[in-house]
């Protein structure tokens, strides 16, 4: 009878020990789980606020290379046209009859007008895309011909192409703006532009015979907008800018464009 006691305190006490190694066991995992579901949200959290940080973060690249397009779009397109009106305004009278000048200042105002509408409507849209580079060079030119304040010289290679959809519009908003500051600040009566294509090298040279500047002023006083412009457009289609200019002299700016595949 003691021995049959005996044997049930011991089942008893192994049972107890088993249930309570069982109890610690399952205690253990809902430790274990509790602390990996809170892990766990405390990861989805951080990928949470890595995204929120990373998505707000492209919206603001998003958001200033917008400003930035239609920045250097409204500065370098509609402002050129602008000044051309500022020309014709100030050169009434001039050269030839007031009606001819107040129907070109009419004209220019009427495109300024299209190419906001058009900038607000699409900023990718281009006309440059549809008429090409060449011909849009040429009706620029022929723009500040009829302001009766310039002669202007054109010269392409026949076998001139670009290689990039895109290094077209780029390359003319370059010349654009290179004709911007020509009208805005070198007093000159004479324009040309030149474009001379190589297999390996396209050359855009643009020359006035205004009133030129010291380009060693470039390094120690900073350049402008304009030039900014021009620089920064260049690096975008693999470009280098060589600026030959001094005072009473002109100015000669070519840019050197070279195939992206060349330089990669």
Known sequence: MPQRKEDILITIVVASVFFVLLASFVLLLLFVFLRRQR???????????????????????I??????????????????????????????????????????????????IKDLRDLSHNLQNNRIHDIGIVESIRQLLFSLEKTGQYRTQFYSSDHFHILDANTDIILYRIIQEIV?????????????????????????????????????????????????NISNRAKTINATVDIKSSPGNGTVITLFIRPKSLTA
């Not at 766990?40 to 690249?61: A, P």
């Open 63 to 112: 958001q200033e290379q917008a400003f930035s397009y239609i920045s250097q779009e409204i500065h370098d397109n509609i402002g050129q046209v602008l000044s051309l009106v500022r020309l014709n305004l100030n050169t009434l009278g001039a050269t030839i009859t007031n009606d001819e000048k107040i129907e070109q200042t009419d004209d220019l105002l009427g495109k300024a």
């Open 39 to 61: 892990k766990n949200k405390q990861e989805k959290e951080e990928m949470k606020n890595r995204y929120e940080r990373t998505l707000l973060k492209t919206q603001l690249e």
């Open 180 to 228: 911007n500051n020509i009208i805005k600040h070198a007093n000159a009566t004479e324009i040309s532009i030149e474009i001379n294509s190589e297999p390996d090298m396209t050359a855009v040279k643009v020359c006035d015979n205004g009133i030129g500047f010291d380009t060693g002023a470039l390094k120690s006083d900073g350049s402008g907008i304009g030039l900014q």
